[in-house]
């Protein structure tokens, strides 16, 4: 039946990791560079202990690795733990004093990197390797390099599994889920599958697997909504201040009306965004500007929903918190946290706000935005950003500038037809059959109300229903939309001007 997905059973497979095989290769080379101290920022420290336990091997150079609770021990074959020189100073020290050269792994060392001595240390182990020969590797989730230490240093980013090998995990985990019960496979389809491994993209080897493997043995099974769970997991991994926020409630282009250009849009680019690198252009990011109640929001969160990735908040309120630490360095976390989450959606709702709720003449909103604008014409990363915005009198020039960002979307009231549809989304939403109402006649006596307005009025007439003690109906509804006066008549002049601003620059969203 075409529509379905395709039952996929997955049989496991039982295969050397392919990727280790590059990192060894990268790692060698910069070893034999005589590099005397590297640097590897990971959370992955299991995978680094096991490269350079394969590179000893390779090398026949002894490893050890230190850390605060074993000390040192030697890692590259059964040895007895040595557990001594447990104190970061005596290692080092003993480091120093050894002759025969070898690789240390000094595990999460990076709280004894603000003492001076430490430093020292580090920095005539390193001096000495031409005679000594040993080489240093700090390995942490999060390093800075003391400026002594800088010259001597270089990093090492472990290369991260892409999809084929992503999906060559999900095998084998399904492959130890049928071991441990036999005579089933695990269950999923084409499409579910490929969203899953999209999610993963991103994450170490041993992050990923241990989400497949959570997702895998909760019931032998890949489904749509292990999806969000992935996303949740991701994002508790992700270290993330309160400026951004991960958006679970991802909506459905269906439960939008009207809309068309931009659903199309958003259609049209769905695999040059998850699937960058072919000869199109990767997808940047669109704003949406209309009079509020549009549908914007939902838009957005719609774009999410549309293509399956995590969608992601960035509140300008909490960045400029005075209380929540300086507003530049929270910006760059946040977004440095959103690329973690790539493919994603970074979506800042009513961007208008960040120009007034910042002060935009003292300087630091402008400084913000400027951040904001650089890092959107700089990122490499797949974050597709959604920007919403009610009013344009304080939109930035350069944001609206050609090129940031890919196309501006105006979305104006809804016609008649597409309140018609409004309608019946919301009412079907309530468990109500839209052939039950005269739709038609609401959507024409509804002129200029927006999608909200419209929800607004069928919340409100099943209020008067259930006071009148019976069902809600067409004259319910048609009560509470007489009764109602809609924004774009409150405030005709600034629609009017909105609409007169949008007809040059923006494309319509409907
Ligand atoms: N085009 C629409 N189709 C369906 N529902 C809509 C539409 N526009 C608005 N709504 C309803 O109104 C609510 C508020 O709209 P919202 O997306 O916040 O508008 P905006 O962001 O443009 O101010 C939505 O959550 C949705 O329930
Ligand atoms: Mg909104």
């Not at 990791?17 to 420290?45: F, K, W």
């Not at 590259?76 to 970061?88: I, K, L, M, N």
């Not at 459905?252 to 000869?279: C, I, M, Y």
């Amino acid at each position: 039946m075409p529509g379905l997905p395709r039952a996929l059973t997955l049989h496991g497979i039982n295969q050397w990791e392919p990727d280790l095989a590059n990192d060894i290769h990268d790692l060698e080379l910069l070893l034999r560079s005589r590099v005397p101290l590297i640097v590897i920022e990971t959370r992955d420290e299991k995978r680094v202990t096991q490269l350079f336990t394969k590179l000893a091997l390779k090398l026949s150079m002894p490893v050890m690795a230190w850390s605060a609770t074993t000390g040192l021990q030697r890692i590259d074959f059964e040895a007895a733990p040595q557990r001594h020189a447990s104190e970061p100073r005596q290692a080092l020290g003993q480091i120093k004093a050894t002759n025969t050269p070898a690789i240390y792994l000094l595990l999460d060392f990076h709280p004894y990197l603000d003492d001076a001595y430490n430093i020292r240390l580090l920095k005539e182990i390193a001096q000495d390797h031409h005679d000594l020969g040993h080489t240093l590797v700090l390995v942490s989730h999060d390093l800075e390099v003391p400026p002594e230490l800088e010259n001597l240093a270089a990093s090492f980013s472990l290369s991260l599994p892409d999809s084929e090998r992503l999906e060559a995990i999900v095998r084998e985990e399904a492959g130890h889920w049928s071991k441990s019960s036999p005579g089933n496979k695990v269950k999923t389809d084409r499409a579910t599958l490929d969203a899953m491994v999209h999610q993963l993209r991103g994450l170490t080897t041993t992050d990923a697997r241990r989400i497949i493997r959570s997702v895998i043995f909760d019931d032998g099974a890949i489904n749509p909504d292990d999806l969000e769970r992935i996303t949740r997991a991701r994002y508790r991994l992700i270290e993330s201040n309160g400026a951004l926020s991960c958006e679970f409630d991802t909506a459905e282009f269906s439960e939008v009306g009207g809309l068309q250009n931009l659903k199309h849009w958003v259609e049209l680019r769905r695999t040059a965004f998850l699937e960058p690198g072919g000869d199109l252009d990767t997808p940047q990011g669109i704003l949406l500007v209309g009079v509020q109640g549009g549908g914007k929001s939902l838009a957005a969160k719609a774009v999410a929903g549309m293509w399956g990735i995590p969608l992601l908040r960035l509140d300008f309120g909490t960045l400029y918190n005075k209380f929540f630490g300086e507003t530049e360095r929270n910006l760059r976390e946040a977004l440095k946290s959103a690329e973690a989450m790539a493919p994603c959606v970074l979506w800042i709702d009513e961007i208008e706000k960040a120009i007034a709720s910042g002060d935009y003449d003292s300087g630091t909103s402008r400084r913000i935005l400027g951040n904001l604008l650089t890092w959107m014409s700089e990122r490499t990363a797949a974050v597709f950003i959604v920007a919403t915005a009610n009013v344009i009198e304080h939109l930035p020039p350069e944001l609206i500038r050609k090129g940031r960002l890919d196309e501006i979307f105006f979305v104006d009231l809804p016609d008649a037809p597409t309140r018609a549809e409004i309608f019946a989304i919301h009412l079907r939403k309530r468990g109500l059959k839209p052939l039950d109402f005269d739709i038609l006649s609401l959507a024409k006596l509804s002129e200029g109300f927006s999608g909200a307005e419209i929800e607004q009025a069928i919340v409100a007439a099943r209020y008067l229903a259930r006071a009148d003690g019976g069902t809600v109906d067409t004259g319910h509804v048609r009560e509470e939309i007489e009764r109602t006066r809609p924004l774009s008549r409150v405030m005709a002049e600034k629609v009017a001007g909105l609409r007169a601003w949008a007809a040059g620059r923006t494309v319509p969203a409907n």
